[in-house]
């Protein structure tokens, strides 16, 4: 058993501070009289003691938009590496993009994903690609890949055949499932695809919006009740102006401080990380991508701070909403599955050699940013300890 005291246990719904005692895969209790009490009255021999005074309690997080590079990419990063990411970033599941060598379109890669994934905490929830080899020419096999899983996307790559969106916006209001949209260029994309969903009806979801005009065409779209979500990239509410090559482009101050209102004003509905590791021959030679698992949190929490942002709001749009999304129910309750992440306002330097995978792609080494993962507990074990890191 795991008994953590003192915490802030924060979801989108609640901000208390009280002590939780997960027994198991499970939170046994919450609350602490109950928990002295069933304490009192058992065997406390297998019993961890958490105290977590000055920190918060939240749900482990959950990442929309995550590039595991495996199959066929291993020289990026392995299964095991992006595992360990995650967890010491505070996340235990991810949506890993289809971009594979060979691409996710069939149910073989999907089920390698699986085999190479077994033995590890992380839980992944592999996308399979809307077009065959993310050709944009001919449509996957919706159905049969709905038995493994009920999100598709050509991400990196835009569907340029509206006709082909078309197509496969028709089939995912037919078997509900949902696509994520990758957009370049990024407002023209929007206002097209928006347009498709408008004719067609469909599931779509957004990925990495980083201008204002994006973000208003989407809003609009929202207010007339179209079944469009939309997320946003700690890269791109980070930092503006840099010239660093990432799909979108680092966008400027007034797009980030848009970006910024809209969260305020509850129209974003997830924080996807778009981590994407790279080698420096790659990045030399001009990949797109920003390796950010394992620094999100912090970026994401000094963006908060300096805009008054709550971090009932943190726990939405990295935690409840993609967990939702993505079939599960993670808020902080008795009998809910402990998958959680303990959290501290330290104030940190980004340091690129400390991170655990063998990637090194970020303009941020030596950026200052604020928040720690002390803990991260999935199915009821402690799978990253900073201390003990």
Known sequence: MILIKNAVLTDE???????????????????????????????????KVI?????????????????????GLEYKQTYKEASDACLKGGYTRVVAMANTVPVADCSEVIEAVADGMKDLPLEVIQIASVTKNLQGKELVDFEELMKYTGIFSDDGKNVDNPEILREALKKSAELGFMILDHD??????V???LQILRETGGNLHFCHISRKESMQLIIKAKEEGLKVTVEVTPHHLFSHGLDYRVNPP???????????????????????????????????????????IETAYAMIRKVFRENTISMKTLAKLMSNNPSFMTGTDSHIREGSEANLVI????????????????????????????????YTIAKGEIVYDNAGA
């Open 13 to 47: 719904n609640i901000e208390i501070k009280d002590d939780i005692l997960i027994e198991g895969k499970l939170i046994k209790y919450i609350g602490k009289d109950k928990i002295e009490s069933f304490i009192k009255n058992g065997d406390k021999a297998d019993l």
């Open 51 to 71: 105290d977590a005074q000055g920190r918060y309690l939240l749900p482990s997080f959950t990442d929309m938009h995550f590039h595991l590079r495996n199959p």
């Open 184 to 189: 370049e260029p990024e407002t023209e994309m």
């Open 191 to 193: 206002r097209r695809n």
């Open 250 to 292: 680092i966008a400027s101050e007034e797009d980030v401080k848009f970006l910024i209102e809209s969260i305020k004003n509850g129209h974003v509905d997830v924080i996807g990380t778009d981590h994407a590791p790279h080698t420096e021959a790659d990045k030399a030679n001009g990949a797109p991508g920003i390796i950010n």
């Open 343 to 374: 959290l501290s306002d330290e104030a940190w330097k980004i340091d690129s050699t400390k991170f655990v995978t063998r990637s090194r792609n970020t303009p941020y080494d030596g950026w200052e940013v604020v928040g720690k993962v002390e």
